[in-house]
């Protein structure tokens, strides 16, 4: 039976419909590549120097936690971190393509994101700052080691030992809590100490293990809600930037692609680049189309002036602390940064007021009472 129905379909003669004519496809390992280098380059266009630093390492770091197990000699030399579908992972790089692009076309809300994640604010900076606020796991001389080898009998009221916030971070949050809220999008903190209940719905003690995670949820989250201080030289960079003290080097100038032709690099292009790659597009209409949205309810993307990169720096300064220690106090001081420079309001009067605009009212301001 198996060898009658192969002897039929190979007697079968196929005629093709149409002109169908071959179509160029792109596997997942040259689209790979392909979004690499597009991501690479977009990342050496951004306004800000830091920015292209940090945003080229975070590209090229998580392609490479993505990259398949090394072997020599039956030894792994790079073992692969994530394990996440490569579909996936392609759908979100080409996300992050479509980010940088409109980051560097001048849209303002993916220009501020690129900068926050540069300077801590949000993302994986901000919890590598945030971690140094901690105290260390492992101790770090005799008393640290005392404290832990301590049984929680010798403990006067018998409870398990709770994270607590280290000077730092416990400076940082009684200054954070001063500051306006409208500072820190999203981040606000309440209070600097847990208020856990002494009992329960019921009206009984509360139990331990209910305190114990109590406490841990409110570490944690006055941790993800606290602004990381920035170190001291980054800090003053950015303050000058926001300031204008340190004049802005200006756009970065397009590369141009280097082909031999205009026919030899369309072709290349046609036959490399997969149709679903995004591509950059020049007028306001094209993005407002590509992106979903009505040209005339759209808003056109910015130039980056001087004047729209100082007014962005300064809304990440705004954000930024900076801790340092007083030794005359004897405990850390926490600075804020502030707004960029103003023009201040000054009133002039005119040099020959008519004197009866004061009739009537004293050197204090006050009205004269007439006597009838």
Known sequence: MRLRSIRYFSSLKLKPQGNLQPTTTINDHQETILLYRALL????????????????????????????????????????????????????????????????????????????????????????????????????????????????????????????????????????????????????????????????????????????????????????????PLPAPEWERLQGLSTGSIPWDGPVPRRKLGTTSAEESRDSFDRLAPSHLPHRLTSSTERAVDYGRHPETRTNPHELTPRLMRGMWSKVFLACPRLDWSLERKQWLVTWGHGGKKAALVLRPHKALPSELFDGIDDHGRIVPSHV
């Open 41 to 228: 380059r977009q990342c050496t266009y951004l306004p800000d120097s830091a920015a292209r630093k940090y945003m080229w390492l975070h590209v090229r770091e998580r392609f490479c936690a993505y990259q398949p197990n090394v072997r020599k000699h039956g030894q792994i030399l790079r073992q692969r971190i994530k394990r996440k579908e490569p579909a996936q992972a392609l759908k979100y790089a080409r996300k992050a393509l479509k980010y940088l692009q409109r980051s560097n076309d001048g849209h303002l809300p993916n220009l501020q994101g690129i900068l926050n994640r540069t300077y801590g604010r949000v993302g994986k900076r901000s919890r590598q700052l945030i971690a140094r606020l901690q105290p260390p796991e492992t101790p770090v001389d005799n008393a640290a080691v005392a404290e832990l080898s301590k049984p929680i009998s010798q403990d006067p009221q018998g409870r398990k030992k709770v994270p607590q916030l280290s000077d730092e971070a416990l400076a940082l949050a009684k200054s954070q809590i001063r500051q306006d809220s409208s500072r820190f999008s999203g981040r606000l903190l309440k209070r600097i100490q847990p208020k856990v209940p002494a009992v329960n719905g019921w009206g009984r003690p509360f139990p331990e293990r209910r305190r114990v995670n109590f406490i841990k949820k409110w570490y944690a989250t006055t941790l993800a809600r606290l602004m990381p």
